[in-house]
Each structure stands twice: as structure tokens, then as C-alpha cells.
């Protein structure tokens, strides 16, 4: 009986190790690196640790799974103070995102606050922007392309490109890392997309206003011929926790606790 | 007789008068429609249909028919985040709940704003008049919880002479001071291991903690913070 026993223990080990892997197969690893992004710390360069990260944004299919899992999260339940008049607008009512918008098209019109609280119930978390900015500056084939005018000049012809959001996931290229559409169809919500030190009247910003921002000559633009990324930058200084606006989704990622550690937001 | 008569009629009418409206007054807590392009200025609808200049769809308009006691909506006491004072004891930001609060961003290894950040919250206080000081806390809250300890926020108090029930010092997780930085919406960022970058940003929260006012930048005029505190202690 014991040897039995056993047998089925490890089987029933294996096939849950099977499922533990479906559910992360959507997941690929980004190794660690030392980058300079942008915005620099000090104008140094920033080092991210290994993580894992959803290959593709977050659907509507998959968000209206979670709303359902979730009520407070509905349309017409979700509080003013974590969600703007526009959030899930397009969605026909609390329980259907309608025949208008596709079901693997990226979800959007969700705030920062939703898709915090979407990743946290899968036991992940939004990405930094350091963590995002790295593995979004890979092409087909390089883990940084961004001295590459071919890959700049992609982003930005998306930039131009309009109503990419209800494009299917998947519908762009796949990068180094096996990450698809960091580029093409939306922007996408960081954690500390608030670590962004510009005001919204781009004009003040030219002298580094030192009474609005305390230590504010310490972040300057340290690439500003990355023009597709000062855009990306730009966009999220612009924005509010509770904003939910049409083009703009997100993706998860995952990181193992010990990395966890060494983690600023 | 007569005279009875018109007198009673008149009370009929007057009691008619009083209940069209009571009635009008139940309608005015009803949904209201609004035009989001506020094309007719702040013209309101009882019923959903489209603007009629800008043929948009009318939105619905959020109410603020709370009552006492209860939050709304927009209220910073929704946050469910937990944190510590210099006191050592936890608390969330409810426990503040029914006094108006002024917030500001800090962290207390900070050398150049901060400083002059706390002068400003003292300034502020100092001009609140003395019979309305007990309706009022300020609240720092830490952007560096690794440094600001507990005892560190008590020993900064004490170094300021905010060793009072009046002045309150949070630290709570990373997480949840991000969060609470996206409601305020402060912007910071570790520049060093020693040195945040931050916006100086102080706002005022009504007794229900909803966002009432805010002041942005160093050592501005704070007459309108000011005025604000005490149109809300009012």
C-alpha cells in the first residue's frame, strides 16, 4: 500500500505542477540588467532584478472575469475616489463588454487603482517603470534597441497610428524576451507611474520649478534623442490614479521575494 | 360662514403648496442629468437623453446626498491602507474621520523642502483662531518608511515642537504610501539612497475626507489654505 501511496502522491504532485505552470505559461522571465533609463536616478544608471512578466496585456476578456470575481470593481460599482467617470465606458453594462470592443483586445479604460488591484488578486503587481521601461526597450532580437532609428521609428508611427486599442493581443511583434505589444495597441499603467517629476504645464518645467519639486535638478532627461520614450515619460506625469482613459491598459509581472526586497516604488 | 370657508380653502391651498413642495424636494435627491460638454452651463435634466446643443448623451450626475456620519464616494477614508504614528500604534486613516485634515508628503532626512514644508504646515496652524484648533489635525505622512521609523518620526516631532495630539506622523508600507501619494497626487522618487525627489503639494480634506483644497509649491501665501480650514471648521 505505501509504495502506492507514494505513487499517487508524486503523480498528484506532477499534475499539480502542471497546472501551477498553465497558469504562469502567459508569463515569460526578463533577466536582471543595469540600464539607463530616461529619467535617471542621479543620472546613473538603474539596475532591475530578474522578473517574470504577462506576456500580453491584460484582456477584456480576462478583466471581465475579474469584475465578476470581484463586484466593487463593476462599472457601476466601483468608487468615485478609485475610478474616474470614464472607467470601462465603452463596456456595454456591469456584466459585458458589448459586440463593440473584442474580447482578446486589450482592456482599457480602467484606472490605476483597478489595475493595481487586478494584479494583486492573481498575486502579482503592476510593473515599475524602471522594470517596464527595460524590457520595453528590446526588439525582435535585442534586449536594448534603442539606438536603433528602425525601432524608434516604429513606436513612434504607432504614436500616430489611432484606435489601436481594440486590436487583438498578440497583433505586434514579439520582443527578446517573448513579450508581446509593449508597443502597438496601448499604453500601459506602471506602479509608480507618479515618480515622474513634471508638472502638466510643460513650460514651467524648462528651469526645473525647485519650488514645486524639492531635488528636482536631479532628473533630467539623460537620453533626450529617445524621443518615443520622453512621450511615454511625458504621458504618465500627466496622469492621475483615478484616471481611465481609452488607450491606456496594463500587464502584470511577478517577482520572486527576495527581489521583492530591494524593490522601490 | 364664508369667511370660515375662504379660511379653510386657503389652508387647503397652503397645505397643498406645502406638499407640491415636499415633493419637489424628494425630486431634487433623484438621478440628475448633465450635459458633459456643460454646452447650457450648469443646466440639469430630471431625465437621461441627449444635450441639445452638443447632441451628447447626457451623464449622470453624482450626488452628494450623504448623510452624517457615512463617507462618500470620494472620501480618503475608502483607502483600507494601515498605518503607524509616532506613537507606535496602528491606525488607519479612518480614526481621523470628523476633523478636518491638512496633509503634507515629508520625509524627515530630507534637507532642502521639507524644512520649509513644515514651516508652511506651522504657518498654517498658527493661523487657525484658537476656538477652532481642536476641529483641526495635521497629518505628515512619510515617503520613505524604511528610514522613518516610529521612533524617528517621534524624535522629529519632539525637534519641532509637534509633540501634540494636533500633529499626526504616518509611515506605512511602500505599497500603501505609493497609493496614498496617487490620491494626493504627489509625485516623489528615491534619487539616492539618502534623497527623495517630491512634490510639495499641501491638501485639505473636509471632515468626511473628501479632497477640499490644495496648495502647491514653497513658502507660497496661504491665506486661501487658510480660509478654506476655517470655511470647513464652520
Not at chain 2, 103 to 125: F, H, N
Not at chain 2, 178 to 205: C, G, Q, T, W
Request: glycine share 6%; aromatic share 10%; net charge negative.
Amino acid at each position: 500500500m505505501g509504495p502506492f501511496f507514494k505513487l499517487a502522491l508524486t503523480l498528484l504532485g506532477i499534475i499539480s505542477s502542471i497546472s501551477n505552470f498553465a497558469q504562469s505559461e502567459q508569463m515569460v522571465s526578463v533577466k536582471g540588467g543595469t540600464y539607463i533609463p530616461l529619467y535617471g536616478v542621479d543620472s546613473t544608471a538603474v539596475t532591475v532584478d530578474e522578473f517574470t512578466m504577462d506576456v500580453y496585456p491584460v484582456t477584456n476578456k480576462e478583466y471581465l472575469k475579474f469584475v465578476q470575481e470581484y463586484p466593487e470593481w463593476k462599472k457601476s460599482k466601483v468608487k468615485k475616489l478609485f475610478a474616474d467617470g470614464n472607467y470601462l465606458v465603452n463596456w456595454e453594462d456591469d456584466d459585458s463588454y458589448g459586440s463593440q470592443l473584442a474580447a482578446d483586445a486589450a482592456v482599457t479604460n480602467v484606472s490605476w487603482f483597478a489595475a493595481k488591484k487586478y494584479c494583486e488578486c492573481q498575486g502579482k503587481r503592476l510593473p515599475t517603470v524602471d522594470e517596464w521601461e527595460y524590457a520595453a526597450m528590446a526588439d525582435q532580437n535585442n534586449p536594448d534597441a534603442r539606438t536603433k532609428e528602425t525601432y524608434n521609428q516604429l513606436i513612434l508611427d504607432w504614436y500616430e497610428a489611432p484606435k489601436t486599442f481594440n486590436n487583438s493581443i498578440g497583433s505586434t511583434f514579439k520582443n527578446y524576451w517573448g513579450i508581446y505589444d509593449l508597443h502597438g495597441l496601448v499604453w500601459e499603467w506602471t506602479m509608480d507611474f507618479n515618480s515622474v517629476l513634471i508638472s502638466g504645464e510643460s513650460r514651467k518645467d524648462v528651469d526645473k520649478d525647485s519650488n514645486l519639486f524639492c531635488g528636482s535638478a536631479a532628473v533630467g532627461a539623460s537620453d533626450l534623442m529617445n524621443y518615443a520614450a520622453f512621450m511615454r515619460y511625458a504621458f504618465r506625469g500627466s496622469l492621475k490614479a483615478n484616471y481611465a482613459i481609452r488607450n491606456l491598459g496594463f500587464r502584470c509581472v511577478q517577482t520572486t521575494e527576495s527581489n521583492n526586497k530591494n524593490l522601490t516604488y | 360662514m364664508k369667511k370660515i370657508l375662504n379660511t379653510g380653502l386657503l389652508c387647503l391651498m397652503l397645505i397643498n403648496l406645502i406638499a407640491c413642495n415636499t415633493k419637489n424636494s424628494d425630486k431634487t435627491t433623484a438621478e440628475k442629468y448633465q450635459c458633459p460638454m456643460h454646452c447650457e452651463g450648469g443646466k440639469t435634466y430630471d431625465q437621461p437623453g441627449t444635450c441639445s446643443v452638443c447632441k451628447m448623451e447626457l451623464q449622470p450626475l453624482a450626488l452628494n446626498n450623504k448623510k452624517k456620519g457615512e463617507i462618500s464616494e470620494l472620501s480618503i477614508y475608502n483607502l483600507p491602507s494601515k498605518w503607524t504614528n509616532q506613537n507606535n500604534e496602528e491606525i488607519q486613516l479612518k480614526a481621523l474621520q470628523g476633523d478636518v485634515l491638512v496633509m503634507v508628503m515629508i520625509y524627515t532626512s530630507c534637507q532642502t523642502a521639507c524644512p520649509r514644508l513644515v514651516a508652511d504646515m506651522r504657518g498654517i496652524e498658527e493661523q487657525i483662531p484658537a476656538d477652532k484648533k481642536d476641529n483641526v489635525t495635521l497629518v505628515f505622512v512619510s515617503i520613505d518608511p524604511q528610514t522613518d521609523t516610529p521612533q524617528r518620526l517621534k524624535e522629529f516631532a519632539k525637534e519641532n515642537q509637534m509633540d501634540t495630539e494636533k500633529w499626526v506622523f504616518l509611515r506605512g508600507s511602500e505599497e500603501d504610501t505609493r497609493e496614498f501619494s496617487a490620491v494626493l497626487a504627489v509625485s516623489y522618487k528615491k534619487i539616492s539612497p539618502m534623497d527623495f525627489s517630491h512634490s510639495n503639494i499641501i491638501s485639505v480634506f473636509d471632515q468626511g475626507g473628501e479632497l477640499a483644497y490644495q496648495q502647491e509649491g514653497l513658502g507660497i501665501n496661504n491665506e486661501e489654505t487658510v480660509s478654506k480650514i476655517i470655511e470647513l471648521v464652520n
